[in-house]
């Protein structure tokens, strides 16, 4: 059974960087293009970046564009998420997610096609 296991996440100051990791167990982590979510509290769940099976393709949102960066070592079965410049407003849970495709190059920002997704780590920027 596939398992996502996230970490990095805390408590941080405005301005801050954080670098969230989720480890991949239980399936070949190549056959995953893999997504990055975030849900505040009262907010809907909100795409956040998504990187492609060997990493050539990747999207991040536009609310943190310029600032996170998505990637992936397929050697390490881990897919990362750097994140610079905090703001208050990236307070949330923070959820990595899978993609099982035969398409080398996809990726996505919808979470209903995300196959398996990691229990999530808290992030909170203070001002």
């Known amino acids: 059974q596939v398992q996502l296991v996230e970490s990095g996440g805390g408590l941080v100051q405005a301005g801050g960087s954080l670098r969230l990791s989720c480890a991949v167990s239980g399936g070949t982590f190549s056959n995953f293009a893999m997504g990055w979510f975030r849900q505040a509290p009262g907010k809907e769940r909100e795409f956040v970046g998504s990187?492609?099976?060997?990493?050539?393709?990747?999207y991040i949102g536009t609310s943190v564009k310029g600032r996170f960066t998505i990637s992936r070592d397929n050697a390490k079965n881990t897919a990362s998420l750097q994140m610079n410049s905090l703001k208050p407003e990236d307070t949330a849970v923070y959820y990595c997610?899978?993609?099982?495709?035969?398409?080398?190059?996809?990726?996505?920002?919808?979470?209903?096609?995300?196959?398996?997704w990691g229990q999530g780590t808290q992030v909170t920027v203070s001002s």
């Open positions: 990187i492609s099976r060997h990493g050539s393709n990747s």
């Open positions: 997610a899978a993609l099982r495709t035969d398409y080398i190059g996809s990726y996505s920002a919808d979470p209903s096609r995300y196959n398996y």
